[in-house]
Each structure stands twice: as C-alpha cells, then as structure tokens.
C-alpha cells in the first residue's frame, strides 16, 4: 500500500519513514532503568548507602534477579533479601513536595499512623486495599509476587493532572491546586481508590503479561487496569457487580465539571460531556474503535471496548465481580497473556480460561462469550492484527517482538 | 512567533492543545513566551525525546514553534523532557484548552 495523496492517509496508516513517538518508546526494552546499574554496584549501594539508597538498590535487584531467572545477585546478601522476600504487605508513602524528584521524603512507612495528609494516608490505605485484592483473592504476593514493597510518591510537582506508574513505583498529582479554587477542574489522583489500584496493576501487568503500551495490546494494558481498579474498590465498598457503579475516576473532578468520572466500563463514552473538557471519547464496540495517531493509539481511548466486555461477563454472572470474572481475568493476565496479544486474542483466551476454571459451557463460559460478542468480538476469532498469539509460532513470534524495532510486523501498516 | 502545542496520554487519556500567535498577545506575556522559548534553546532541542522505558500513564508533548524562517518540531515523552524545556511546557500546558 502507498500514501496517495500528500497530506492524506486512509486511517490506520502512517506516511513511510514517520513512526509514532509511541511506538519509537515501546520498542526500548522495558526494564532499560533496572539494568543500567550493574548488580555489584547495586550490591555496594545496598551495603552501604543511606537506608533509602539501600532499599532502592535491594528492590532492583531482586528485579533484576527475578528478570534474568538467577539468584546470584543476591548472594552475599542474605539478611537483607530474606527480610524483604519474607514480609507481606510493605508500603512506603513519600513527599515530592511539589517537585519532580522521585520519591521525595518518606512520611509514612507500614504500621505508622495516618499522617493527616490526605493524599497521603489515601495513597497508603488504596494501596493496601490493592495488596487485598491481590492477596486474599488471588494469592498474589504483591506486585511481583515476591513481596515488593509498594513505594507511592503524592504531591508530584505543581497543577499535576495525572497519576502514573513508573515502572517502579506510583506518583501522584494534587490537580488543579495551584488554580484559584473556582478554576479548579481536577481533585487530587489519589481521591479514587480505583485510580490508585489502576496505576498499581500497571505493576502487575510489568511483571506478568508485559503487554505493550500502544495499539490494541497497550488498550489491554489500560483495560487490565481499569478493570481491577473497579474490582479493587467495589470489593472496598462491599459492593456486587449489580450494586457497582464502574465509574474510573469518581471524585476526581470538582463539582465544575460535568461527568461523573473519567471512564464508565458500564456505559462507555457517557462518563463526562463538559464545556471545558469535552466529551468521553470512549468507544464501547468495535464498530467505533478509534485509530488514532496519539495516546500511543487510543489506548486510553479503545480500553473502553475490553472495559464493557468484562463488565458485561460481571453483570451477566452477579453477585462480586472479583471473585468469578475477576478470576478468569487475573489468570489471563498472570498466565496465558502476551506483550503484542491484541483484543481477539483477549477474547480466546478468557473464553477458554473459563471453560478450564468452570466447565465447559458453564455458565461462567456462557458469559464470557456474552461479554466479548456484545463489543462485537468473536472468542473464536483469529486476531485482528495487533496481536502475535495464533499467527505465529512461539519461537516465530519471539522473534517477530525482537524486531520490531527494526520494522518487523509494523512494517505491514506503514 | 507562533506555537502549536499538544499535550497527549495521562491517566485521563484527554487531549490538550494550544495555538499561540505571541504577536497577538500582550506585550509582557509575549516577552514572557519568547523568553522561555529561548531559555529552552528550543531549536536545538533533539526532534525526538523518548523515554528509555514506556511509563503507563504518563504524559507525551508535540510542540512546534516558527519563528521567522526558523521552525522546529519537538515531541517528547513526558519523563524524557530536559529541565530547560520544562518551564516552557508548563506555561503552555496553562493556555491550553481540552480537546
């Protein structure tokens, strides 16, 4: 296929030799960070750096450890990696001080009091209500399942509207703080319990099906998060799947704004419609999935459509979504997901999840199949391009995501 | 001196953009934007500034600045933007309008 017409492109095609700034980033090795320093001088700093330098270089290499599948960098080490393998729930909340250095000051470490500090004694219970989840329903040992302790830096920089993962830890803004307050849109990212669960399954997705952020595998990742920030606080507040409101983002904006949240997996593309910010741009069907060439290609966008889908197996199932659809989705991404799995692949794959975890033709299966076909996707199908699953061969596709970076399969779009 | 801005991706997944024509503005917040435009030596600035590792959620920029026969296209990875250009985008990101 060729670009026609100067200045003009069919959708889902991008002019030659122009690649997304998204796709450029995604085909860096994910843990770039965690193995650029070499294990003896983390060893050194884990030895001998002040108690924050310690548990910083500990926690990367147990990273590095679990990611090359070796033990050795743990060797000589033995108080330290015992003590932080053998805990449970640890949690670190940090001050940035309305600056960019991460983590900033730490102000409240596991069992200390509640500080008064909204952001703060939020940013420590929701990540505790997450470890919950992980822990009690699945048998999930922390983000990594080796115990991580769970660092959340709040008060990130000044009139920060956003929350993010960044591979290590999570950061959160306070908002439109620093605005006159009747100029306010957003409340501080820590006011959700599903936002602070959303950006620690970012986690859990790192260390699990890796799926990579851009396209439909990068929708997934969003999806993923979404979907157990829901699970994470409807399981808080006691509520059944019928009961929930599967609203992301509830409180965040301030009563100036019109919406109820950022995301409604219930009814996706109905969460907000305001002067200021626009209209919920979410699609809840793949007849309106949108291909665009930002947000690494909609990904917050077309999480919508795996967004119902889920909320539909739950509503179709009843009582708690966490512990029958929350299920099939946590072994999906623990077990049978991808990086490049798109959302055919999705689709397959809980299917047949269900079958194993509940019967063939269960009634969980049943409704599985209900919640994908109702997005307009078959769990039969074959995938519909972003993916690898199916198309290839396991030692084929590993090489196909190897590359990548040199225009292997993308090179089909562009 | 004219910018086109765009802020991508974040939790919230919402677009920002702005437009801004300095001779159209006052003449104080004019020097202000210029100034910050050379502060960030912008048209130096690599076009491409990628994040060594992709950050769920985090913010990306695509900014394009003419000045006279000068024009130059940045788009950066929120966690690969240098301190210089930080102030700069900061100040757009409070003239900007959602979508």
């Known amino acids: 296929m060729t670009v026609s017409t100067a200045g003009m492109r069919p959708a889902g095609m991008r002019p030659a030799g122009m690649r997304p700034a998204y796709m450029r980033s995604a085909c860096m090795p994910q843990h770039h960070v965690h193995c650029f320093i070499p294990p003896h001088m983390l060893k050194e700093i884990a030895e001998r750096g002040s108690p924050a330098q310690r548990d910083r270089a500990l926690k990367t290499l147990l990273v590095s450890e679990q990611l090359r599948g070796q033990r050795e960098a743990l060797t000589g080490l033995p108080g330290l990696a015992t003590r932080a393998l053998a805990v449970g729930k640890q949690r670190n909340v940090y001050d940035a001080e309305n600056g960019s250095t991460l983590p900033g000051r730490l102000v409240r470490a596991e069992d200390a009091a509640a500080t008064g500090d909204l952001a703060v004694d939020e940013a420590y219970d929701g990540s505790g209500a997450t470890y919950d989840l992980y822990h009690d329903v699945y048998e999930r040992n922390s983000i990594d399942n080796a115990g991580m302790r769970l660092d959340s830096s709040v008060h990130y920089q000044q009139g920060y509207d956003n929350a993010f993962w960044d591979g290590q830890q999570m950061v959160y803004g306070d908002g439109d703080e620093d605005l006159p307050e009747a100029e306010r849109l957003f409340n501080r990212f820590t006011i959700a319990l599903d936002i602070i669960a959303h950006e620690l399954t970012h986690g859990v997705t790192q260390y699990e099906a890796k799926l990579a952020y851009w396209d439909q595998s990068g929708a997934l990742n969003e999806s993923i998060s979404d979907v157990f920030g829901s699970l994470v606080r409807q399981r808080a507040l006691g509520q059944t799947a019928v009961e929930a409101d599967w609203i992301i983002g509830a409180g965040l904006f301030t009563p100036r704004v019109n919406g109820v949240g950022i995301r409604s997996m219930k009814a996706p593309g109905t969460a907000y419609d305001d002067p200021v910010l626009g209209k919920d741009p979410q699609p809840a069907h793949m007849r309106d999935y949108k291909q665009v060439d930002y947000d690494n290609g909609g990904v917050h966008i077309n999480s919508g459509i795996p967004n119902h889908a889920f909320y539909v197996v739950a509503r179709e199932l009843g009582g708690n979504a966490w512990e029958k659809a929350g299920r099939i989705w946590y072994v999906a991404l623990r077990d049978r997901l991808e990086a490049r799995s798109d959302f055919a692949a999705a689709a397959r794959i809980t299917h047949s999840l269900a079958g194993e975890l509940f019967g063939a033709g269960s009634l969980e299966q049943q409704a599985v199949r209900t919640g994908w076909t109702e997005v307009g996707i078959s769990v039969e199908g074959g995938d519909t391009g972003n993916g690898k699953a199916g198309c290839l061969g396991a030692p084929a596709a590993a090489l196909a995501t190897l590359l990548w970076p040199l225009g292997g399969p993308r090179g089909q779009v562009g | ?99």
Do not use: K, W
């Open chain 2, 1 to 99: 001196m004219r910018i086109e801005f765009e802020r991508f991706g974040g939790f919230a997944g919402m677009r920002l953009r702005a437009t801004v024509q300095t001779a159209t503005l006052p003449a104080a917040q004019a020097q202000e934007i210029e100034a910050l435009v050379v502060a960030a030596d912008f048209f130096d600035v690599p076009p491409n500034l990628s994040a060594p590792q992709p950050a769920a959620d985090r913010f990306q920029y695509e900014v394009t600045v003419t000045d006279g026969e000068r024009c130059h296209t940045v788009r950066a990875d929120e966690a690969a933007v240098p301190g210089t250009l930080q102030p700069l985008l900061r100040r757009l990101t409070r003239m900007a309008t959602r979508n």
